[in-house]
């Protein structure tokens, strides 16, 4: 027998599947399959310190049933003699950065019908993504990490589509020689769900860890200078929230200034005691970390020590990632109600929008609000008129490379790609042809992204052509302008026949080379004329 409820980990509807009197079955779209003592689901709505953190519960039990592990039984207190998981075990246990990263790229697999298979993912999935909350942003900075380093592939966004690359895969498949069970089965009067990864079995002791705390501390770390790793590394973070806050202040008053639970300049959360919380861990970084290696000489972390502490500051520093400028807040909502009328005559009118944001979107260093301008330029570069086209390419030469920084590397791609179509038709952007002809300077990393992201398949080849439209005048331009080593990549690829071209490409790709006799693919250009010839 079945009956709707309401799930007691996420909130959201669920499905009874089975009473069996002191243990029920449930399915949810959100925390996928688990098992419930009736002690459990009685007592659980009055556990208020739980409720919180029930999000790791939720995807605690979505890992397991997307993985096909044994559908767990929770608790809410210990077992005691039954197999199973007590609910403050779970939170207990709840997996590192690091870890939280392998095992949504596992979930993501696991959900991939096939190879390259484009997973649909919405907003029941946060789970997926291991937030410590249920919220949609922790969600979001895991996509972004998985996307950013390659491993995955997809917008960053809910919904969206994501598909596990094959860098993730091959990260998976070295993890599954060496690393620990993700959970063993639970003993009977066994307080702990797992055991921690030995520190000797890790390829880096710092892997996984925020950027920022690699850029400062990895090096010093890895030469021994304990102390100063730390050090270092709590001063970045005291300066980097002072960048963002554009407060004058440091250490503790910066912190309970920034993230002050009723005045906050920089916001985490809606939530009084959340935004309490946050501040209450900046300020207690400041003064029990930094402080005390900036003032007492005694104070010299052993190496476990260390790094221990600088987990604890990526943790810090993904959180000010997370949080918004609430001055930029008021700047993003701005921005976001622009619209343009792009039609090609008013190309003025929009331009003269988004730049009077350009001056005030400047002095933050908000990722949110920088992409949000790039997006409101990228309107304009894909509109169907030159003008428009123009008016956006000059904007973003007009904007200093922060705003690049802030994307992500589908945003490049698609910049490129759309760059690319505007300098093609029988009315060009003169200043989308300029770029090409000048090797896209300044926004050769844009480039590069195109680059990689167009030679990685004959799938996104051909995606990639399709969007740009113009193949023609696009094949003119890689042969004209592109760098060697591309051009050179791709020619192999054409003669290799990985990537096969309909007859006019193939047609327009080798009129171009014959014309223009740039040094180095004499050979390659020989062949693709004689592959058009047979064609």
Request: glycine content about 6%; charged content about 25%; hydrophobic content about 40%.
């Given at each position: ?83 199973g998981y007590s609910i403050q075990q779970i939170i207990g246990q709840f997996p590192s950065v690091p870890e939280r990263k392998l095992k949504a790229l596992k979930n993501l697999q696991g959900m991939s019908k096939y190879w390259g298979d484009a997973v649909s993912i919405d907003h029941k999935d946060y789970a997926v993504f291991f937030p410590e909350v249920n919220e949609e942003q922790p969600s979001l900075m895991m996509m972004r990490t998985l996307v950013e380093e390659g491993l995955v592939s997809g917008e960053v ?379």
């Open positions: 027998m079945t009956a709707k409820i309401i799930c007691p980990l996420c909130g959201n509807e669920a499905v009874q599947m089975r009473d069996r009197s002191e243990v029920y079955l449930i399915n949810c779209p959100n925390c996928g399959d688990f098992q419930i003592s009736r002690e459990c689901l009685d007592d659980l709505p009055a556990e208020c310190k739980l409720q919180p953190q029930l999000m790791k519960v939720s995807s605690f039990t979505r890992y397991r049933t997307i993985n096909h592990d044994p559908v767990a039984t929770l608790f809410i207190g210990e077992p005691n003699g039954s197999e966004k809910f919904p969206t589509q994501l598909t596990v690359t094959e860098k993730g895969s091959s990260l998976l498949r070295g993890q599954t020689a060496h690393a620990a069970p993700d959970a063993p089965s639970p003993a009977p009067k066994a307080p702990v769900i797992e055991e921690p990864t030995p520190v000797a079995a890790r390829p880096s002791k710092l892997e996984g860890l925020h950027p920022r705390v690699l850029e400062v501390a990895q090096k010093l770390f890895q030469d021994g200078h304990f102390r100063s790793a730390v050090l270092d590394t709590y001063v970045a973070l005291d300066n980097d929230v002072q960048r963002k806050s554009r407060l004058a202040l440091t250490g503790k008053p910066l912190m309970d200034g920034a993230f002050s639970k009723n005045n906050p300049v920089l916001k985490l959360s809606d939530a009084p005691d959340a935004q309490l919380g946050a501040m209450l861990l900046f300020s207690g970084a400041i003064m029990g970390v930094r402080n005390v290696l900036a003032h007492d000489q005694r104070a010299n972390p052993s190496e476990q020590e260390a790094s221990e502490l600088l987990y604890f500051a990526s943790t810090l520093f993904r959180r000010l990632d997370q949080a918004v400028n609430v001055e930029a807040e008021k700047l993003m909502v701005e921005i976001s109600q622009l619209s343009f009328k792009l039609d090609g005559k008013a190309s003025y009118s929009n331009s003269a929008q988004i730049r009077k944001y350009f001056a005030p979107s400047r002095d933050y260093v908000d990722g949110g609000l920088h992409r949000l301008c790039f997006e409101k330029i990228l309107m304009l570069i894909r509109s169907g008129y030159f003008n428009d086209q123009n008016a956006g390419i000059d904007l973003l030469l007009e904007w200093d490379e922060t705003l690049l920084d802030h994307v992500t590397d589908d945003d490049h791609i698609e910049l490129i790609t759309y760059i690319y179509k505007a300098a093609g038709g029988s009315y060009p952007s003169n200043s989308a042809v300029d770029l090409i002809k000048g090797g896209f300077m300044p926004i050769t990393r844009s480039l590069k992204l195109f680059q990689e992201h167009l030679l990685s398949s004959p799938e996104v080849f051909h995606r990639l052509l399709e969007k740009i439209w113009w193949r023609p005048e696009f094949f003119k331009s890689i042969v004209n302008y592109t760098d060697l080593e591309f051009l050179v990549a791709l020619l192999n690829k054409v003669v290799d026949r990985e990537f096969v071209l309909n007859r006019p490409d193939l047609n327009s790709l080798s009129y171009e080379l014959n014309h223009v006799g740039r040094k180095g693919i004499a050979e390659l250009a020989d062949k693709i004329d004689q592959m058009d010839k047979e064609s």
